[in-house]
């Protein structure tokens, strides 16, 4: 059984079934979200994306889904009537508060079942969050069932994939782009950094400042601007959609 750790971000490791960034790989092709074309690809029903059908491919676990496909669901969501990012997610207190209540041996199959339910809660609101999908993963693995981990740890890579790939990260101009301000965690938990300071630098990206092994480590440029898109003043004007995610509504292609 693997052993869990739990971070003060509430962020899930295990000694076997921990799915993390794998650094060892080549730096990602840069694919900045840009939105007209996430717009134009989501919204059209002849569209590959056509965000309906590659948010229920993504619901029912389809590993096939690739990066280009993970681009498209992940910064898609923000036009999503369910994307509430300055919302509190009740339901992340109930699996903060199981994980804190596991043993030095990690969760018992009836601890294991209860995480991953109130796990799925979360997901309902926030689809993408890598610690909560990591958290799947490990609940999965503790119950034995090999086919979900295997689906929520490909899940997880890909998302963080996403982010990655969003920018550089390494200057003001090229930054990662986040749905939430814990995907920022998130993602620099999964490098084993942690994060010691947050710095605004303008009314889209700020500066995350990290730490590895308790020396400080270069920082990191995310863009948080989506965040605010739901703040009346702040929204787009573009054309709105009928997407729901879990609640379903979502419009098959005709």
């Not at 889904?65 to 994307?83: F, P, Q, V």
């Not at 958290?135 to 890909?158: C, H, N, P, W």
């Not at 004007?237 to 879990?246: D, G």
Request: proline content about 5%; hydrophobic content about 30%.
């Amino acid at each position: 059984m693997a052993v869990l750790t739990c971070t003060a971000h509430g962020f899930a490791r295990g000694t076997n079934t921990q799915p993390t960034s794998q650094q060892s790989e080549q730096t990602p092709t840069i694919k900045v979200p840009d939105e007209d074309d996430i717009l134009a690809h989501t919204l059209n029903q002849a569209s590959p994306h056509y965000y309906p059908e590659l948010m229920m491919r993504y619901v029912v676990g389809d590993t096939t889904l690739t990066a280009e496909d993970y681009h498209y669901l992940y910064y898609g969501y923000a036009y999503d009537t369910n994307y509430r990012p300055l919302e509190n997610i009740p339901d992340t207190d109930e699996v903060l508060e199981l994980l804190a209540g596991l043993g030095t041996q990690g969760a018992t199959r009836q601890q294991a079942q209860m995480l991953l339910e109130a796990a799925k809660d979360v997901m309902l609101v926030d689809p993408f969050s890598p610690s909560n999908i990591n958290i799947m993963t490990y609940a999965y693995g503790v119950l034995g069932d090999a086919e979900q981990e295997r689906i929520s740890a490909d899940r997880f890579r890909k998302i963080i994939h996403t982010i990655e790939s969003s920018g550089t990260g390494r200057k003001e101009n090229s930054p990662m782009h986040v749905l939430r301000h814990e995907h920022v965690n998130d993602l620099m938990l999964s490098r084993g950094l942690h994060i010691v300071n947050r710095t605004v630098r303008s009314t889209k990206v700020e500066y995350v400042q990290v730490q590895q092994n308790g020396r400080n480590a270069k920082g990191y440029y995310f863009n948080f601007e989506r965040i605010y898109w739901k703040r009346p003043e702040m929204i787009p004007e573009r054309e709105q959609s009928n997407w729901m995610i879990n609640g379903m509504p979502l419009n098959k292609r005709r």
